[in-house]
């Protein structure tokens, strides 16, 4: 199912929208959250205020991006993370851009699930979109929104492709995150309804790459 979404997705790639129209490639900066970003501290990390600074200071006025299946160990800044075998291996995309930026539909679908994912260091504001592509269904996530992103939705209501469907977040209500995006795409939710592991353990990541789709397959920039 997976490879058929993708090969779906790349034959497709000219027909899918923008989930930020007004941030074009020139304007990107690969951002590299992993453990070999010595500049990210646990000090610095742990302090949301501070944290948010550091990043503005790497991207240097561009938007970030990066982070699939990236490993870091910043997510050890909170206790849902932390453990015996610690949560690491980043599953979606990340767009770090400023807060309020608005969020568009890539593919037309409808609204799955949504809900307020509060504590520190989760997605915060959370919509998951179900989609269709050649009879086949795959999900799109969208977390650390903004609250007023979740007024007025309703599950199974359509959205259409190039559609605003949220907005960017800030702290403390996305989840206590420098203002981002955490864009995610799966074939298989696995009963999960408004949330679903953006971050898992090293164990559990030959399992989740069997049903999480790269998402620069779906997350296009001029």
């Avoid at 949301?48 to 990043?55: C, Y």
């Avoid at 291996?89 to 969020?103: K, M, S, Y």
């Avoid at 269709?132 to 992103?149: A, D, P, Q, V």
Wanted: charged share 20%.
């Amino acid at each position: 199912m997976k490879k058929n979404i993708e090969q779906c997705l790349k034959l497709c790639n000219g027909q899918i929208g923008q989930v930020f129209p007004k941030i074009a490639s020139s304007g990107l900066r690969t951002l590299d959250l992993s453990n070999t970003n010595t500049r990210l501290s646990s000090e610095i990390v742990l302090n949301t205020l501070q944290f948010s600074k550091e990043i503005d200071s790497l991207l240097d006025g561009k938007v970030g991006i990066g982070g699939f299946l990236e490993r870091r160990s910043l997510y050890q800044r909170s206790s849902m993370y932390q453990g015996d075998e610690p949560r690491c291996v980043h599953l979606g995309v990340d767009v770090w851009a400023a807060a309020h930026t608005p969020v568009h539909v890539p593919w037309a679908g409808k609204i799955h699930s949504f809900q307020d994912n509060e504590g520190f260091g989760d997605y915060g504001p959370t919509i998951i979109l179900e989609h269709t592509i050649k009879g086949m269904t795959f999900y799109s996530l969208y977390g650390h929104l903004s609250r007023h992103s979740l007024n007025n939705l309703k599950v199974g209501q359509t959205v259409e492709k190039n559609q605003i469907v949220s907005e960017l977040g800030d702290f403390p209500d996305n989840g206590n995150w420098p203002p981002h995006l955490h864009f995610q795409v799966m074939t298989d939710l696995l009963g999960n309804v408004g949330d679903f592991p953006g971050v898992v353990t090293l164990a559990e990541q030959d399992f989740y790459e069997t049903i999480c789709i790269d998402p620069l397959l779906l997350l296009t920039f001029k």
